[in-house]
């Protein structure tokens, strides 16, 4: 089976998008003073956070599926992977540059980097990406040993804290939400919706603009967050007494 672009999954990542934008402009509202929300400990930040993370991480596996159903494409999937690779390490040395003690070392992108090549290993099951992607997030929400504290293992989670950094994405418990992803696209992929869905696009602006988003995510999770820091800097040199 060979699979194209799919405005619904399309939209569904641009929607993400909008979210993660929303939330990143808060946090930028945090950095110049202007409020104060607490993004580490407050129950509606981080379930915000979390439901941002499955929704992207969740289309992943699914984006990995439709990608490799008709055949492994190796010189477009080493591209895609080289071009992440590229992006984390750019958001690693940018936040070495802005937050220098808590700076990014295993964000949402260097997790999907890692979860693209182990993801291979089980896009031939099914059943048992279900049963085992819900073990890991178990697993990660409550198993905790102080040997993952060190920084060398912290990538993996299990930790028994959260350590110093920006973005904290760790391969426990999330790699469960990209399994669970994966049996979601095999589901899509052997279901009646992978003839239907296809057909289906819309020409509303609000949801052509979601799936062009959608289609550049990883182009606008690069772009944003300077042009929202850029917009507000401008905005607050023209407010007298701004933070």
């Known amino acids: 089976m060979s699979v194209g672009r799919i405005q619904p999954f399309d939209i569904l990542r641009g929607i993400a998008i909008g979210l993660m934008a929303s939330y990143h402009f808060c946090f930028d ?13 407050a129950p509606f930040w981080l379930g915000f956070r979390a439901l941002i993370l499955s929704l992207f991480l969740t289309l992943a596996g699914i984006s990995l599926v439709l990608a490799t159903a008709g055949g ?55 059943w048992a990406n279900l049963c085992i992607g819900s073990l890991l997030i178990v697993a990660g929400l409550t198993l905790q040993y102080p040997l993952f504290d060190q920084p060398w293992l912290q990538w993996i989670g299990l930790m028994t804290h959260k350590p110093i950094t920006e973005d904290y994405v760790p391969l426990l418990p999330w790699f469960g939400v990209v399994l669970i992803g994966l049996f979601l696209g ?58």
């Not at 202007?34 to 400990?41: D, K, S, Y």
């Not at 070495?96 to 896009?123: E, K, N, T």
């Not at 289906?200 to 300077?226: E, F």
């Open 29 to 41: 509202l945090n950095y110049y003073g202007i409020t104060h929300f607490n993004f580490n400990n």
């Open 186 to 243: 095999k589901s899509f992929v052997r279901s009646d919706w992978n003839k239907r869905l296809p057909a289906w696009r819309s020409d509303r602006p609000a949801a052509r603009l979601l799936a062009l988003a959608g289609r550049h995510s990883l182009l606008v999770y690069m772009a944003h967050q300077p042009v929202l820091l850029g917009l507000l800097w401008a905005a607050l040199s023209f407010v007298p007494n701004s933070p």
């Open 72 to 126: 492994f494409n190796p010189r477009r999937y080493l591209r895609r992977l080289g071009w992440l690779a590229a992006c984390a390490i750019l958001v690693s040395l940018a936040s070495r540059m802005l937050f220098p003690d808590s700076w990014i070392f295993f964000g949402v992108l260097h997790f999907i980097f890692a979860a693209s090549i182990l993801g291979l290993a089980f896009l031939r099951f099914y």
